[in-house]
C-alpha cells in the first residue's frame, strides 16, 4: 500500500489505439513487458510511488482507452489530471493525429498541465515513419521528449520521472 | 413475507453494490455486500458500510466529483462512468462500472462488476483493432512497395532516358518489335529518320510501319532469321520526304532481355555517305585517281561530254590512263550496258586492222576459215576505243571514215552493207594535227573523231596526286606480291617519288609500286626499294625520254627478262602494250632481236 503522506498525482497516458500506453504503464509499474496486443477497454487505474527530489510521490496512472473511430475518450476521465504522457506510435504516422486531437482535449478539460511527448516503439526505429519536424508542433510545449521503448525500457523510466519531477515543482 | 420484504433478495442477485448516498459523507448500503466485494473493505461481515471502498478507489472518487454535479443539476435520471478496471483494489479480471441515479430527489450509485467473458465488447474492439492495424501494416507495406516500385521506375526510366539520349546522340534509332513483328517501342530518333511520330508506330507491323523497299524488307527479315553471331548490318535508303532519302544502316539484335524480341539499331548514315560521296568523288572518278585541278577539270569534262553521243578524241601521254578515261566515258553514258570494246591500232597491217575491225567472210583471205565478227559488230549498241589511232594505217582510216559517216561496216569479203550503231572513242599520244600536215593522218578522220576533245594531264603536271596515286598501287600491288604487310612509305622514298619526272606517267608510278614490293623486306618501301632511275638519279638529270640508243638497250634487256614476252616487258618498263609495239617499230627492234 501506498504511503499515506505521499504526494498523490493523477496522470492520464492518452494517444491512439496501440501506441503502447498500457505497455507503458506496465514496464514502469511492474518492469514487464507482452508482445501480444491487448486493447484496454475503458480505463485502467493503477499507481506507482517514486521518489522524487527526496519526496514521495504516488503517481495514479490512468490508462485511458486508445481513442480511434470506435471509442472517444470521456473528457471527464481527464478532469483533475496533474498531467499526463501523450503517446505517439513512432511507426504509424497516423498517431500524429490522433494525439492533435487528444492534445486539444486536454487543453480543454485539464487546462495547460505538463505534459510529456513520448515517441513509442524505438526499438522499430528503422520502420519508423515520424521524425522530430512532423511532431514539432507537440514537442514544442511539451515539458519534455522522449523516444522510448515499452519492449526495451529505453526511456520508460525517465519519461515519468521527469514528468513527476515536473508535476512536483510546477 | 411481503413483495416489498423480497426487493433485497432481488437486488442481491444483480450483486450489484447500490448505495444510497444520504449525504456527502453518509452512505448506506441497500442490499447485502455483492459477493465481489473486496474482503478487505468488509472485514466485518455485518458491516455493510462502503466508504472505504468509495476512498480506497481512485475513479470513483473521481466520478463521484462527476454524480455530485448531476445529482444537483437532475430530478431523475442516470449517469454511467463507462468500465474501469483498478487492479489495486479488485485484481487484474474485474471490469467496474458505476452509476449516479436520482430519483425523486433521492441520490443512489450504483456499482456493478463484470467478468472479463462479460464485456463483449472487448473482443469486438481488439478484433476491430487488429484488424484496422493489420490493414494498416498492409497499406504501409503497399506504401512501401510502391515507393519501391516507383524509385526502381524512376531509376528504370532515367536509365531509358539515359540510354535513348545517347543513343540520339549517335544518332541510332531503336525499334523493338514482338514475335509477331509487331513494333513494341520506337526511340525517339526515330522521328528525324522517318519523320513520324515514334508512338504513332507502336503496333504496327515494322514491315508495314518502316518506309523499306519490299527487298529492303527482306534484306532485314533475312538477318533477323539468322543466328545472332551471323547476324551482320543492312544498308538500306529510306524516302523520308520527297526528294529525301536517307541511308541508314540497320542492325538486327535480340533482346538480351527476352530473346523472343528483337531491337532493330538504325543508324543514320546520310551524313557519313554524303561527304564520303564527297571525298570519294573528288579523289576518285569511276578507276581514274586524282584530287589536283587537272583531274577534277578532267571529270568535269568526262562528265559534260559522256551523255552526248559524239566521237571523242582522247589525248595525252602514254601512261596517263587514256583507257581508263574511255571506260569512264562509257559508264557514264547512256550506252553503259552495252558493249565496250578496246582495240590497239598500233603495230598492225591494214589488212589485219581492217579484218579486226569490221570482220571477214570466210575465204575472204588465206585462213579466213569461217565468218569473223569484227569489233565495231562486237561494239553493237555500246563503244568503241580506238586506242593509238594515230598508228592506223592510211587504208584503214578511209574504210574507218566511211563507217564514221554512213554508220554500216562492209566485213571483207562481203558486199552487204551492216548497220552499226558505235560511238567511237579515239586515243593517241601523238600529235594528229601535225601528222595531217605530215600526210600521215586523214584530216577529215581528224575532224570526224574529234567532236569532242579530252587531254590528259602528264603526271608530273599533277605531282600533288602523287601520294594519293601511290596508296592505291601500294594497296593493289600488295595483293599482288602476297605482301600484306608492308603498308607504308618511307618519307625519304616519297620525296623521290613526288621529285621523279615520270616519263611513263601513272603506269610507270604503277610498275614502281609492283617492283617496290619485290625488293621491299619490311613494312615500309625505303628508298632502296625503289628503282635505280628513281631512287638514283636527281629529278633534273632524268629526261623525259631515254636516247633511242639507251631506250633500245632497256628494251633488249626487258625483252630478255621477260624471256622475249612483249607485254610482259612493256610491263617492266612502264610502258602500254602499244606504246612498247611502236617503239619496237620505231626502233627497228627486228623479231629475231625480240626473241633472243
Known amino acids: ?170 | 413475507m411481503g413483495v416489498d420484504a423480497l426487493y433485497p433478495e432481488i437486488l442481491n442477485i444483480f450483486e450489484a453494490l447500490i448505495v444510497h448516498v444520504e449525504s456527502a459523507t453518509q452512505y448506506r448500503t441497500m442490499s447485502g455486500l455483492p459477493c465481489w466485494y473486496p474482503a478487505s473493505f468488509s472485514s466485518d461481515s455485518s458491516s455493510t458500510d462502503p466508504r472505504e471502498f468509495v476512498q480506497k478507489s481512485f475513479f470513483l472518487q473521481s466520478f463521484l466529483h462527476e454524480a455530485e454535479e448531476f445529482w444537483q443539476s437532475h430530478d431523475h435520471g442516470k449517469l454511467q462512468s463507462g468500465l474501469w478496471s483498478e487492479p489495486a483494489l479488485m485484481g487484474d479480471e474485474s471490469y467496474l462500472e458505476a452509476t449516479a441515479l436520482v430519483e425523486l430527489g433521492q441520490r443512489f450509485l450504483i456499482v456493478q462488476r463484470y467478468q472479463p467473458e462479460m464485456v463483449t465488447i472487448q473482443p469486438v474492439l481488439q478484433k476491430a483493432r487488429d484488424n484496422q492495424l493489420a490493414h494498416g501494416q498492409e497499406l504501409e507495406a503497399r506504401k512501401h512497395v510502391e515507393a519501391q516500385l516507383g524509385t526502381q521506375l524512376a531509376e528504370s526510366e532515367q536509365i531509358r532516358d539515359d540510354v535513348i539520349a545517347v543513343l540520339d546522340h549517335l544518332q541510332l534509332a531503336t525499334v523493338m518489335i514482338d514475335e509477331s513483328q509487331v513494333i513494341t517501342s520506337a526511340s525517339p530518333a526515330v522521328f528525324q529518320l522517318f519523320a513520324c511520330d515514334p508512338q504513332s508506330l507502336v503496333g504496327e507491323l515494322w514491315t508495314h510501319a518502316l518506309p523499306l523497299k519490299a527487298d529492303q524488307c527482306r534484306l532485314v527479315q533475312e538477318q533477323i532469321a539468322l543466328p545472332e553471331i551471323r547476324r551482320s548490318s543492312v544498308a538500306v535508303s529510306l524516302q523520308k520526304q520527297k526528294k529525301s532519302w536517307r541511308e541508314v544502316e540497320v542492325e538486327v539484335h535480340e533482346d538480351p532481355r527476352d530473346q523472343r524480341r528483337t531491337i532493330l539499331f538504325l543508324k543514320d548514315r546520310t551524313e557519313v555517305e554524303d561527304l564520303r560521296r564527297q571525298l570519294i568523288g573528288h579523289a576518285y572518278f569511276e578507276k581514274l585517281i586524282g584530287k589536283s585541278p587537272a583531274m577534277q577539270d578532267l571529270y568535269q569534262r568526262i562528265q559534260e561530254i559522256a551523255p552526248v553521243d559524239v566521237s571523242v578524241l582522247i589525248q595525252g601521254e602514254t601512261g596517263t590512263g587514256k583507257e581508263l578515261v574511255a571506260q569512264a566515258l562509257h559508264q557514264l553514258s547512256e550506252r553503259k550496258d552495252k558493249p565496250f570494246v578496246a582495240v590497239n591500232c598500233a603495230g598492225l597491217t591494214d589488212s589485219l586492222l581492217g579484218s579486226q575491225l569490221f570482220g571477214h567472210k570466210r575465204g575472204a583471205f588465206t585462213g579466213a576459215t569461217s565468218d569473223h565478227e569484227g569489233f565495231f559488230e562486237a561494239a553493237e549498241g555500246g563503244m568503241l576505243f580506238l586506242d593509238e589511232i594515230g598508228d592506223m594505217p592510211l587504208a584503214t582510216q578511209t574504210t574507218l571514215l566511211r563507217v564514221l559517216q554512213e554508220g554500216e561496216i562492209m566485213r571483207l569479203g562481203e558486199s552487204r552493207p551492216r548497220k552499226v550503231d558505235v560511238r567511237v572513242l579515239a586515243a593517241t599520244h601523238q600529235n594528229l594535227q601535225e601528222m595531217v600536215e605530215r600526210g600521215d593522218f586523214r584530216s577529215d578522220l581528224l575532224y570526224r573523231i574529234r567532236v569532242a576533245r579530252l587531254q590528259l594531264p602528264a603526271l608530273r603536271e599533277r605531282r600533288e596526286d602523287i601520294p594519293l596515286l601511290s596508296e592505291a598501287f601500294l594497296g593493289q600491288a600488295r595483293v599482288v606480291t602476297k605482301k600484306p604487310e608492308v603498308c607504308d612509305i618511307a618519307s625519304e622514298a616519297m620525296q623521290a617519288l613526288l621529285r621523279y619526272p615520270w616519263p611513263g606517267n601513272v603506269r610507270e608510278l604503277k610498275s614502281t609500286f609492283d617492283y617496290a614490293l619485290i625488293h621491299c623486306h619490311g613494312t615500309q618501301i625505303h628508298l632502296s626499294d625503289l628503282p635505280p632511275e628513281i631512287c638514283g638519279t636527281p629529278a633534273s638529270l632524268v629526261s623525259v625520254r631515254a636516247s633511242p640508243r639507251n631506250e633500245r638497250k632497256d628494251i633488249l634487256s626487258a625483252l630478255e627478262e621477260a624471256n622475249g614476252k612483249r607485254a610482259q616487258a612493256a610491263k617492266l618498263l612502264g610502258m602500254s602494250r602499244s606504246t612498247f609495239y611502236r617503239r619496237l617499230s620505231e626502233l627497228a627492234i627486228s623479231p629475231e632481236e625480240q626473241s633472243t
Open chain 1, 1 to 170: 500500500m501506498s504511503d499515506p503522506r505521499a504526494i498523490q498525482k493523477k496522470v492520464c497516458m492518452l494517444g491512439g489505439f496501440s501506441v503502447g500506453k498500457t505497455s507503458l504503464v506496465k514496464r514502469f509499474v511492474t518492469g514487464q513487458f507482452s508482445e501480444k496486443y491487448h486493447t484496454t477497454i475503458g480505463v485502467k487505474i493503477d499507481q506507482k510511488s517514486l521518489c522524487v527530489d527526496a519526496t514521495e510521490m504516488l503517481l495514479v496512472l490512468w490508462d485511458v482507452y486508445g481513442e480511434d473511430d470506435f471509442q472517444k475518450v470521456r473528457a471527464s476521465y481527464l478532469q483533475g489530471s496533474a498531467g499526463y504522457l501523450l503517446v505517439i506510435d513512432g511507426t504509424r504516422e497516423d498517431t500524429l493525429e490522433v494525439a492533435h486531437q487528444l492534445r486539444a482535449l486536454a487543453i480543454q478539460s485539464m487546462g495547460p498541465v505538463p505534459y510529456a511527448l513520448v515517441i513509442n516503439k524505438s526499438d522499430l526505429r528503422e520502420a519508423w515513419q515520424v521524425d522530430p519536424e512532423m511532431y514539432k508542433d507537440l514537442a514544442s510545449n511539451a515539458c519534455l521528449v522522449l523516444e522510448t521503448s515499452a519492449k526495451t525500457g529505453e526511456g520508460v523510466e525517465l519519461a515519468f520521472a521527469e514528468l513527476a519531477k515536473q508535476l512536483l515543482n510546477g
